[in-house]
């Protein structure tokens, strides 16, 4: 029906471009209310002026009478447009109070009836998805204002809701709680064979103990020991708990018996990391007794591997590297430019019949010290030769400031074993 019409206004154009209008005819234009368009657009007859017409006139008069249709198709689309356009203002008001928009201010979203285009079945097409889209946009402010009232209107509910969730977290914390419970479970069987190895190792340690505190009771004075190294292995040895601090002088005295031959290896010695060889007292082979120091060597004219007591000191100082060599408190040698400026590391590993090629191990069966130790005492100082004398004959006892001969602070390994010594008088007879 549309492209009829079309097809007739253009050629209605097209016959009055050529042909003006008709003298003497007149047309009324009748306007015709929005309801009309939908029942159709009845045409008045036209008056008959002497019979019947002519195939031109009757040509020119449907032309005009679409002409007429046209024109009120117009106004009627009008008129349509302007109540779409009052109807979208206020649906937009309407949006913006419900969501919570101030009154007056208006969205400034897309006037889909702004541009009709001009072909009538697209406009009859685009007014339709118009009012589906009014009618969508209604049903939804209809929907929120619902769902407003009834959560403003029913807090019982919404108290129901909260208990029920609140009831099935409960649950889920209790079902937790439970799992927790079984793997808690699981766990202490699973280590209950631990627990008792780790209790067996501490009976050990109490046992351990209790021996030596039985050990301890055995000497008359926590210094009345000494240190039984009978055989030339590697597993022999004596610790010393204690480790040095940093040193720029000591002096080291000790007593020992010995009769190994050749040499009677090494009565003691410290390392450090990075230096096995801090500090060495040892006779190896047929050499001399000698003094390490940072593992520069001084020979000591030291002569004790004859099966007797004998007292030992030596002193050294990192002015000059100087040394003093002691036997039975008379002085026998000294010298100088041993490790001079250098300071004992601190920090190390106190071997006693061991010789260290690393930190607290490696040892050398051959170099291993034979005999018997006490009295094995460190200072941070030079002691004076009366001192030492002192010490030797007897006439005064006088613990290392630094490394004292304590039972407490030796520890015995592979066999080595402490007895008590003979008193200081029994040592010097012996000599």
């Given at each position: 029906?549309?492209?009829l019409?079309?097809?007739?206004l253009?050629?209605?154009?097209?016959?009055g471009?050529?042909d003006?209008?008709?003298p003497g005819?007149?047309f009324?234009?009748?306007?015709?209310?929005p309801?009309a368009?939908?029942?159709?657009?009845?045409?008045p007859?036209m008056?008959?002026?002497?019979?019947?017409?002519?195939p031109e006139?009757?040509?020119?008069?449907?032309v005009?009478?679409?002409?007429e249709t046209?024109?009120?198709?117009?106004?009627?689309l009008?008129?349509q447009?302007?109540?779409?356009?009052e109807?979208?203002?206020k649906?937009?008001?309407?949006e913006?109070?419900?969501g919570?928009?101030?009154?007056?201010?208006?969205?400034?979203?897309?006037?889909?009836m702004?541009d009709?285009?001009?072909?009538p079945?697209?406009?009859?097409e685009?007014?339709?998805?118009?009012?589906?889209?009014?009618?969508?946009?209604?049903?939804?402010?209809e929907?929120?204002?619902?769902v407003?009232?009834?959560?403003a209107a029913l807090p019982?509910d919404?108290?129901?809701?909260l208990?029920?969730?609140?009831g099935e977290?409960?649950?889920q914390?209790l079902?937790?709680?439970?799992?927790?419970?079984?793997?808690?479970s699981?766990?202490?069987?699973?280590?209950?064979?631990?627990?008792?190895?780790?209790?067996?190792a501490l009976?050990?340690?109490?046992?351990?103990?209790?021996?030596?505190?039985?050990?301890?009771?055995a000497?008359k004075?926590?210094?009345?020991f000494?240190?039984?190294?009978?055989l030339r292995?590697?597993?022999?040895y004596?610790?010393?708990?204690?480790?040095?601090?940093?040193?720029?002088?000591?002096?080291?005295?000790l007593w020992?018996r010995?009769?190994?031959?050749?040499g009677?290896?090494?009565p003691?010695?410290?390392a450090?990391?990075?230096?096995?060889n801090?500090?060495?007292?040892?006779?190896?082979?047929?050499?001399?007794?000698?003094l390490?120091?940072?593992?520069?060597?001084?020979?000591?004219?030291?002569f004790?591997?004859?099966?007797?007591?004998?007292?030992?000191?030596v002193?050294?100082?990192?002015?000059?590297?100087?040394?003093e060599?002691?036997?039975d408190?008379?002085?026998l040698?000294t010298?100088?430019?041993?490790?001079?400026?250098?300071?004992?590391?601190?920090?190390?590993v106190?071997?006693?019949g061991q010789?260290?090629?690393t930190?607290?191990?490696?040892f050398?069966?051959?170099?291993?010290?034979?005999g018997?130790?006490s009295?094995?005492?460190?200072?941070?100082r030079?002691l004076?030769?009366q001192e030492?004398?002192?010490?030797?004959?007897c006439?005064?006892?006088?613990?290392?400031?630094?490394i004292?001969w304590?039972?407490?602070?030796?520890?015995?390994?592979?066999?080595?074993?402490?007895?008590?010594?003979?008193t200081?008088e029994e040592?010097?007879?012996?000599?």
């Amino acid at each position: 029906m549309l492209a009829l019409l079309a097809a007739g206004l253009v050629l209605a154009v097209a016959a009055g471009a050529q042909d003006g209008p008709a003298p003497g005819n007149r047309f009324v234009c009748t306007a015709l209310p929005p309801e009309a368009a939908h029942a159709g657009c009845p045409l008045p007859a036209m008056p008959m002026q002497g019979g019947a017409l002519s195939p031109e006139e009757e040509l020119r008069a449907a032309v005009l009478q679409l002409r007429e249709t046209v024109v009120q198709q117009k106004e009627t689309l009008g008129a349509q447009r302007e109540a779409i356009r009052e109807l979208t203002a206020k649906l937009a008001r309407c949006e913006g109070l419900a969501g919570g928009k101030a009154p007056g201010k208006v969205g400034t979203g897309k006037d889909t009836m702004g541009d009709l285009p001009r072909d009538p079945g697209h406009v009859v097409e685009q007014l339709s998805r118009s009012l589906q889209t009014l009618k969508d946009r209604l049903e939804s402010l209809e929907h929120q204002l619902r769902v407003n009232v009834s959560t403003a209107a029913l807090p019982g509910d919404f108290r129901e809701v909260l208990q029920r969730r609140l009831g099935e977290l409960e649950r889920q914390l209790l079902r937790k709680v439970a799992e927790l419970e079984d793997e808690k479970s699981l766990l202490h069987n699973e280590t209950s064979a631990h627990r008792q190895k780790t209790e067996s190792a501490l009976n050990a340690l109490l046992q351990r103990v209790t021996e030596l505190e039985r050990g301890n009771s055995a000497f008359k004075s926590p210094d009345a020991f000494k240190v039984s190294l009978p055989l030339r292995t590697n597993y022999l040895y004596g610790k010393i708990k204690k480790t040095l601090p940093e040193l720029y002088a000591f002096t080291i005295c000790l007593w020992l018996r010995s009769s190994a031959s050749p040499g009677i290896g090494t009565p003691f010695s410290y390392a450090v990391p990075g230096q096995a060889n801090e500090i060495v007292l040892i006779e190896w082979g047929n050499n001399p007794i000698e003094l390490l120091i940072n593992d520069k060597v001084a020979q000591l004219p030291l002569f004790v591997s004859d099966g007797k007591w004998h007292h030992i000191c030596v002193t050294w100082t990192t002015r000059d590297g100087m040394w003093e060599a002691f036997q039975d408190g008379e002085k026998l040698g000294t010298g100088e430019n041993l490790a001079p400026w250098h300071p004992i590391k601190p920090g190390g590993v106190l071997i006693l019949g061991q010789e260290q090629d690393t930190v607290g191990g490696r040892f050398d069966a051959t170099q291993a010290f034979v005999g018997e130790l006490s009295q094995f005492n460190i200072w941070d100082r030079v002691l004076r030769a009366q001192e030492i004398i002192n010490i030797a004959n007897c006439s005064t006892n006088m613990p290392g400031n630094v490394i004292p001969w304590v039972d407490n602070n030796v520890d015995v390994f592979g066999g080595a074993s402490k007895w008590p010594v003979e008193t200081c008088e029994e040592r010097l007879l012996d000599l």
